[in-house]
């Protein structure tokens, strides 16, 4: 397990990227998952592909997105009901093509609080 061995290295948080599908009980997939707040999380980029080899640009740019998001919960931020915010909880590709990769006007001041403490 990821938290186990940051211990030994002493990192401050892990984000881990994995090829595989990831499951979380009572859900078909997620796209990523992490402690709330914690220092690790994992995004899976299994389900994040698209269908075509020509709009690969697409996958980096959800990627990205995901692992934003999951950074997030890493530092205890929750899901926004801003649909275009990167805190919003993708359900479905489409949720995560829509939000930005950025957090929204109220998600953005409480990362910068961690930030100063
Ligand atoms: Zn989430
Ligand atoms: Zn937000």
């Not at 994040?48 to 740019?61: A, C, F, N, W, Y």
Request: glycine residues 8%; hydrophobic residues 40%.
């Amino acid at each position: 397990m990821l938290e186990t061995h940051i211990q030994d290295l002493n990192i401050q948080r892990l984000l881990g990227l994995t090829a595989l599908d990831l499951y979380v009980p009572g859900m078909n997939f997620v796209f990523g998952e992490a402690r709330l707040p914690g220092k690790v999380g994992v995004v899976s980029t299994y389900r994040l592909k698209p269908k075509s080899l020509k709009s690969i640009g697409i996958l980096e740019e959800r990627v990205l997105k995901e692992a934003v998001h999951e950074i997030g919960h890493m530092l205890g931020l929750k899901h926004c009901l801003n649909g275009s915010c990167v805190m919003y909880f993708s359900e479905r590709l489409s949720d995560t093509d829509r939000k930005m990769t950025e957090f929204c006007d109220t998600c953005r001041p409480k990362v910068e609080m961690i930030r100063v403490e």
